[in-house]
Nanobody, 121 residues
Framework: QVQLVESGGGLVQSGGSLTLSCTAS????????IGWFRQAPGKEREGVLCIDSSSGTMYYIDPLKGRFTGSRDNAKNMVYLRMLNLKPEDTAVYYC??????????????WGQGTQVTVSS
């Protein structure tokens, strides 16, 4: 059974940091692009970053550069999202997703259920 499970969310004070993990089962993450997304209450889901599996290139949305970074451990079938200097506006449910291909430009086929991140002011 193909599954992605996020973990590591929680409540953190403004300025704090968190590292989210995403564990895959039923398939190998190594051949696919991995994206992180978030959805804040009342807002549409937005992409946070994507890691291309073949080139290792990481694509961010500009406002998060310098605060968020992704990494992957193909041997463990896991990916991570490290978030620094968190702000209340980062409060959202965070999702990981596995791409259709190794490139970030082809959409996503598998999604996790999400993990809640709440940043208090």
């Amino acid at each position: 059974q193909v599954q992605l499970v996020e973990s590591g969310g929680g409540l953190v004070q403004s300025g704090g940091s968190l590292t989210l993990s995403c564990t895959a089962s039923g398939f190998g993450l190594g051949s696919y692009a991995i994206g992180w997304f978030r959805q804040a209450p009342g807002k549409e889901r937005e992409g946070v970053l994507c890691i291309d599996s073949s080139s290792g290139t990481m694509y961010y949305i500009d406002p998060l550069k310098g605060r968020f970074t992704g990494s992957r451990d193909n041997a463990k079938n896991m990916v991570y999202l490290r978030m620094l200097n968190l702000k209340p506006e980062d409060t959202a449910v965070y999702y990981c997703a596995a791409g259709l291909r190794s490139s970030c430009h082809y959409g996503y086929q598998y999604w996790g259920q999400g993990t809640q991140v709440t940043v208090s002011s």
